[in-house]
């Protein structure tokens, strides 16, 4: 019996052995198998990393090329917008330049086309009116200094430009003239010849005014200037603050600062309105008004 227990807890002492050396020999090849897992697991994340690390300066480069590039295109935009303006420009200038020696070469030329047919057209027909229509009124108009030019080109253009007829019943026989020549859209005043004395109306001596600027040959000419203006009471003077002096001094409704180019209404209570006047466009046949003999000032 002892002998039987003694064999049987050897033997289950050997099995015991052999698990325990198993149980090693496994933990062994665990520990193995788990620090080869964990080593792809590092070798994993340094690669991912590195791979967000490529993405981050990927992203950066990217954001920094389409900056770049929006930059780029702002320019471009630019840089085409500012050409078109500077082809316009010069367009503009070309424009002047073409009307000026052509005036050179014919003094009626700012005035429409084919003035002098127009002229002579007028010279042969009969009218109904007192007189024969006149026009265009600029010829009658010629300015002292022409420091003063922007401003009354701007006032007194349109005017400047156009016919005049004493009688309603010639307007359309003049109409035909005018489109039948090329200058359909030159304006035609309808005024009654009055040759009114407008002393009345003007400020002291020593206030200048548009009228005193200017020397207008023709009386009726002169009458439709100061009926459509008031050229006899409207004062001048360089600046804004010279034109309110001008106001407060000589009791005028209404005055130009030419430098300024602004229009300055006053009232009697003292109150005053300030207005930009419109400046004539390079391309503009008013540009060439008030031109004088100095047309190649004009074009340079």
Same mark, same amino acid.
């Given at each position: 019996m002892n002998r039987d227990l003694t064999s049987h807890n050897k033997r289950i002492a050997e099995l015991q052995g052999k698990i325990d050396a198993e149980a090693r020999k496994l933990q062994a090849e665990s520990q193995a198998t788990l620090s080869a897992i964990q080593a792809r697991i590092n070798a994993c994340k340094a690669k991912l990393s590195a791979a967000d690390d490529d993405f981050d300066e990927a992203r950066v480069a990217l954001e920094e090329y389409n900056a770049s590039k929006d930059e780029a295109e702002t320019r471009l935009q630019e840089s085409q917008g500012d050409t078109g303006k500077l082809r316009g420009q010069l367009k503009e200038l070309d424009e002047g330049i073409a009307r000026c020696?052509?005036?050179?070469?014919?003094?009626?030329?700012?005035?429409?086309?084919?003035?002098?047919?127009?002229?002579?057209?007028? #010279?042969?027909?009969?009218?109904?009116?007192?007189?024969?229509?006149?026009?265009?009124?600029?010829?009658?108009?010629?300015?002292?200094? =022409? #420091?003063?030019?922007?401003?009354?080109?701007?006032?007194?253009?349109? !005017?400047?430009?156009?016919?005049?007829?004493?009688?309603? #019943?010639?307007?359309? =026989?003049?109409?035909?003239?005018?489109?039948? !020549?090329?200058?359909?859209r030159t304006s035609i005043i309808i005024a009654p010849i009055d040759i009114f004395d407008y002393s009345g109306g003007e400020p002291a001596e020593d206030v200048l005014t548009i009228l005193r600027v200017l020397k207008i040959s023709n009386p009726w000419a002169l009458r439709i200037f100061i009926n459509s203006h008031g050229i006899e009471r409207t004062g001048l003077a360089r600046t804004r603050v010279e034109v309110e002096a001008l106001l407060t001094k000589s009791g005028l409704g209404f005055a130009i600062a030419a430098d300024d180019m602004l229009s300055v209404r006053s009232w009697a209570d003292g109150g005053r309105y300030t207005q930009t006047m419109p400046i004539v466009p390079k391309n503009d046949p008013r540009q060439t008004l008030f031109a004088g003999n100095d047309l190649a000032g004009e074009i340079r």
């Open positions: 020696q052509a005036q050179q070469l014919n003094s009626l030329a700012a005035y429409g086309s084919n003035i002098k047919s127009v002229i002579q057209a007028i #010279r042969d027909e009969k009218w109904a009116g007192k007189s024969a229509p006149i026009g265009p009124l600029g010829l009658f108009v010629e300015l002292k200094d =022409k #420091r003063w030019a922007p401003p009354l080109k701007s006032m007194l253009g349109n !005017t400047m430009m156009s016919f005049a007829v004493s009688d309603a #019943r010639d307007r359309a =026989k003049l109409k035909a003239i005018l489109n039948k !020549t090329g200058n359909s």
